[in-house]
């Protein structure tokens, strides 16, 4: 979902610019200079790779979800959802 955070800048923090701490955030700047929206990184990385599966099939749509989770530390447990899902 969208969600809206409120991010600060000041002399203080190490990273001074606003792009530079969202990057440090998890997310990507959508303008170089004084960006108001931003894009989770792990979404981008999970639409690069759907992209390079040829994402226009369920099992390409499977095999992304099967990477994405399994980087995180997570693992399919139940053989049901493996069968249908992961398989």
């Known amino acids: 979902g969208i969600e809206t955070r409120t991010f600060t800048t000041c002399p203080c923090y190490p ?13 990507f700047p959508a ?3 004084v960006p108001e929206t931003a894009i989770s990184i792990d979404l981008l990385y ?3 790779d759907l992209t390079n599966r040829n994402g226009d099939s369920m099992e390409a ?3 992304t979800m ?3 989770y399994r980087r995180r530390g997570y693992h399919i447990t139940s053989k049901l959802v ?6």
């Open 15 to 27: 990273v001074k610019s606003l792009p530079s701490r969202l990057v440090n955030e998890g997310l």
């Open 31 to 33: 303008t170089p200079s």
């Open 46 to 48: 999970f639409l690069i």
């Open 61 to 63: 749509i499977r095999d």
């Open 66 to 68: 099967n990477a994405f």
């Open 82 to 87: 493996r069968r249908f899902c992961f398989s």
